[in-house]
């Protein structure tokens, strides 16, 4: 099984940007589609976005043109640039296999957006 380790997470205010890394500890990583996942205090944890092998992608409505997900298979390393953060953005960031996680979950990385 491929070990994900999130990171780049923290405190920035409403409207600033951070950019998310998950990290792998194996190359077939870069043959798998990778998601981006994050838990709300007191909510499920939910997809924000994800990315296929070959780099498609598709955005839903509520982080269009404000995140973007990419990747480095190289580096084996998925990126998530979010831009004009939100409040209600803040959560424990992880990233799994798409389209159906793995039951293992890293450490997340926090995501703290204050107003």
């Known amino acids: 099984q491929v070990q994900l380790v999130e990171s780049g997470g923290g405190l920035v205010q409403a409207g600033g940007s951070l950019r998310l890394s998950c990290g792998a500890s194996?190359?077939?990583?870069?043959?798998?589609?990778i998601g981006w996942y994050r838990q709300a205090p007191g909510k499920q944890r939910e997809l924000v976005e994800g990315?296929?092998?070959?780099?498609?992608?598709n955005y839903p409505d509520s982080v269009k043109g404000r995140f973007t997900i990419s990747r480095d298979n190289a580096k084996n390393t998925i990126y998530l640039k979010m831009n004009s953060l939100k409040h209600g953005a803040t959560a424990v960031y992880y990233c799994?296999?798409?389209?159906?996680?793995?039951?293992?979950w890293g450490q997340g990385t926090q995501v703290t957006v204050s107003s």
């Open positions: 799994n296999n798409l389209p159906v996680p793995w039951g293992s």
């Open positions: 194996r190359s077939v990583f870069s043959f798998i589609a």
């Open positions: 990315i296929t092998s070959g780099g498609s992608t």
